[in-house]
């Protein structure tokens, strides 16, 4: 048997009225507007299945760039955060420099100005996220850019300390540099500089010094060399040693139980000027030590450097800022 095929198809309709069926002619109109159906809908299709498979499916060569991409992006998230820590760094060694380094040797801090950098344009970094396509590369690029500038800031302090120290040695056998009592095992300490309780008034009181709790007795040293400028009772600290460092420093060592030296005597450094007591606005046996710069007290955490390691100072320096109460 065999089949023949028609391709061009008669087309035939009910008559309503009849209820026969006529066979109905189409004109031009007709076939082009049904090819046109035909040709819009197979692009239609074309288009979406094109999208499906490029979306869904993409060539070897794109999942290729698009797995680079995402381990770059990785990367360059791990290094941001490698440089955050890096800058956390530089920042305690910057604040290192400022507040002990630079103080012992007399230097003025560096201002954050300086160890900043004059902070290039915004539209250089706006214009370099156009360019990549992502806030991260500029945002590192920005990081980078301070990091490298405070860098070589703080390698010249360095320089400049060093050249510092090299001529004044003078200067750092007077200035204080070590605690008033013997206290390594740093369990002497009992509050610290700056906003403290006041253990009389119980109001808050700014804390002028560091003190150190002790027995009776217990030896009290000259932190650095210098000369006597006040022995005796002074209200509110009791028995009372004051000496003069030259280069303005100056120390304060109060609530004596007897005092050892003598107004003008010259001291050195390590020598024993008077005994821990309980005298004047007191609530138990302690040193209350004070460190002045220019006729105004300082934080005496700042001036341990012969005594204390950097571990030990770090240690320190916490236990004093959580130190809530003082003894005078």
Known sequence: MKFKFNFRRKHYRINPETLQL???????????????????GGIGLGVVFFYILTYFYPSPREATLKQ??????????????????MQLVLADLAQRDDNLYRAILGAEPIPVSVRMGAAQQISYYD?????????????????????????????RSYEEILELAKNNEVRMDNIPAIQPVLNKDLKRMASGYGWRVDPVYH?????EGMDFSAPIGTDIYATG?????????KQGY???????????????????????????????????????????????????????????????????FYDL????????????????????
């Open 203 to 207: 109001i808050r009181r700014f804390h």
């Open 238 to 304: 009791g028995e009372t040693v004051e000496i003069d460092h030259g280069f303005n420093y100056g120390t304060r060592y109060a609530h004596c139980s007897k005092r050892l030296v003598k107004v003008g005597q010259k001291v050195s450094r390590g020598e024993v000027i008077a005994l821990v007591g309980n005298t004047g606005k007191s609530t138990g046996p302690h040193l209350h030590y004070e460190v002045h710069y220019m006729g105004k007290p300082i934080d005496p955490r700042n001036f341990y």
């Open 127 to 155: 214009s370099l996220a156009r360019m990549t396509n992502t806030q991260l590369a500029a945002d590192l690029q920005r990081k980078v850019d301070i990091l490298e500038k405070e860098l070589y800031v703080q390698a």
């Open 309 to 328: 390691s950097p571990e030990e100072y770090d240690r320190m320096v916490q236990m004093s800022s959580n130190m809530g109460n003082m003894m005078d």
């Open 225 to 233: 060399n210098g000369t006597v400028t006040y022995s005796g009772w």
């Open 68 to 85: 680079y991409n995402k381990n770059l992006t990785a990367e360059m998230e791990v290094l941001s955060k490698q440089v955050d820590q």
């Open 22 to 40: 006529e066979h109905v002619e189409h004109g031009i109109r007709y076939w082009l507007r049904r090819s046109g159906w035909y040709l819009f």
